[in-house]
């Protein structure tokens, strides 16, 4: 999608702190963090939301976990982590291309607000 930033980091063509990386999805660090650790794990072809996923990405949804649970070790959270996504402008969706909030490093409190 040519107006997406989540599709240009995927790209190459927006810097952003790269954790990790594979050929279907990428984790790079929030520009905003809103805990000591908080990476942001997308797939890189463009999807603009959860529920916009179909029967024929559920291979891609697993991956997702996985590249969440990968980048949890590299940066030693894996013991102590939330895995969130925003769906809707309502639910505090701010980007249009399905992403997941990878947090910890602190005490997360429930629920979230
Ligand atoms: P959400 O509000 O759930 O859509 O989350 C979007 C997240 O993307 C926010 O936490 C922003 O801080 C983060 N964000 C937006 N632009 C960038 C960027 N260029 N690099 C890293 N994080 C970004």
């Known amino acids: 999608m040519a107006d997406c930033i989540f599709c240009k980091i995927a790209a190459g063509e927006v810097n952003a702190k790269v ?5 279907d ?3 790079f660090l929030d520009l ?4 000591p650790a908080h990476a942001l794990i997308i797939p890189r ?3 603009p939301r959860l529920a916009a996923a ?3 990405d559920a291979g891609l949804l697993g991956k997702l976990q996985l590249t969440a649970v990968k980048t949890a ?6 013991t102590a982590f939330r895995l969130v996504t925003n769906n809707g402008k309502a639910a ?3 980007v249009d291309h399905l992403h997941y909030h990878l947090l910890g ?7 979230p607000g």
């Open 19 to 23: 954790v990790y990386e594979d050929a």
């Open 25 to 27: 999805t990428l984790a």
């Open 32 to 35: 905003n963090p809103q805990a």
């Open 45 to 47: 072809r463009h999807l």
């Open 54 to 56: 179909e029967d024929i």
């Open 73 to 78: 070790k590299l940066l030693k959270i894996e």
């Open 92 to 94: 505090g969706q701010s």
């Open 105 to 111: 490093g602190r005490k997360l409190l429930w629920p």
